[in-house]
């Protein structure tokens, strides 16, 4: 944790205690997190570590259990809209409408999230992701690739100050991921705050000023990217995974 930042208050997405329960089954368990503006940092962890939760809950779509959210200085119970309008959402649900075009579909967008001169936005936004001569056709029509990017213009149209991903690169060809890569780089400016979970390693690493493991809901690993490698973070990962199940067993969890 970085004290100075809270202290300060001018942690960009600041989470203490954060539990989320679906019945009897926690997805996180107490977890700590706080992210400075303008950082990348990702996420790794198994399946069933409640990444998605976490993501779902810093895009105000999950509501915790209890613990503490503050998101751009607004504590989580205070956020209405226009908190909302400050934060771009990649995840395993496109958003998208399949019976619209890729322009109708942004266009759509970019009228909810009231983003000034629409057109020219939309315009430049598809250039971006390498649609625009497909922009007059049903997304229906299109591959998951294309789906994906045009979710990623969607999720930047607005100019968010907090983009969260949600394991982007899954399902995505390699022009597609190697496309992705490229946007994330140069959306990695220091304006925006970037939020990544995924299983790959080394995109993961390359593109992160900060590297996160969390495990059954928890996070048992935060540090800058400085001196990993690949390998090293490999390493780290198994044994972060190892020490969490000798935890749970020690303590009787399932």
Excluded at 67 to 92: F, M, N
Excluded at 119 to 124: Q, T, Y
Excluded at 187 to 202: A, F, Q, S, Y
Excluded at 214 to 231: H, I, K, S
Aim: hydrophobic share 40%; charged share 20%; net charge positive.
């Amino acid at each position: 944790m970085n004290t100075e930042d809270e202290a300060s208050g001018t942690a960009a997405i600041e989470v203490r205690g954060l539990k989320k329960a679906f019945g009897h089954l926690y997805a996180l368990r107490g977890l700590d997190l706080t992210i400075r503006p303008g950082e990348f940092v990702t996420i790794f962890g198994p399946n069933g570590a409640g990444k998605t939760t976490l993501i779902r809950t810093l895009a105000l779509l999950v509501r915790p259990s209890s613990g503490k959210v503050c998101i751009l200085g607004t504590p989580l119970e205070a956020a209405d809209p226009t908190l909302r309008q400050r934060i771009g959402v990649i995840s395993h649900q496109t958003f998208l409408y399949p019976n619209l075009t890729g322009l109708e579909n942004l266009q759509f967008y970019g009228r909810l999230f009231h983003v000034p001169a629409l057109n020219a936005r939309v315009a430049e936004v598809l250039e971006e992701v390498e649609l625009t001569s497909r922009a007059g056709s049903l997304v229906r029509t299109w591959s998951k690739g294309m789906t994906q990017r045009l979710a990623i213009a969607r999720a930047i149209l607005h100019r968010p100050e907090i983009v969260l991903l949600d394991e982007p690169y899954t399902g995505l060809d390699q022009h597609a991921a190697v496309l992705l890569s490229n946007l994330l780089r140069r959306l990695r400016d220091g304006h925006r705050t970037l939020i990544m979970t995924t299983h790959n390693l080394e995109q993961g690493l390359e593109l992160s000023h900060r590297i996160c493991i969390q495990v059954a809901g928890r996070m048992v690993f935060d540090a800058p990217r400085e001196g990993l490698t690949p390998a090293r973070l490999g390493a780290l990962y198994f044994e972060k995974l190892e020490a969490a199940g000798r935890e749970r067993g020690s303590l009787g969890r399932p």
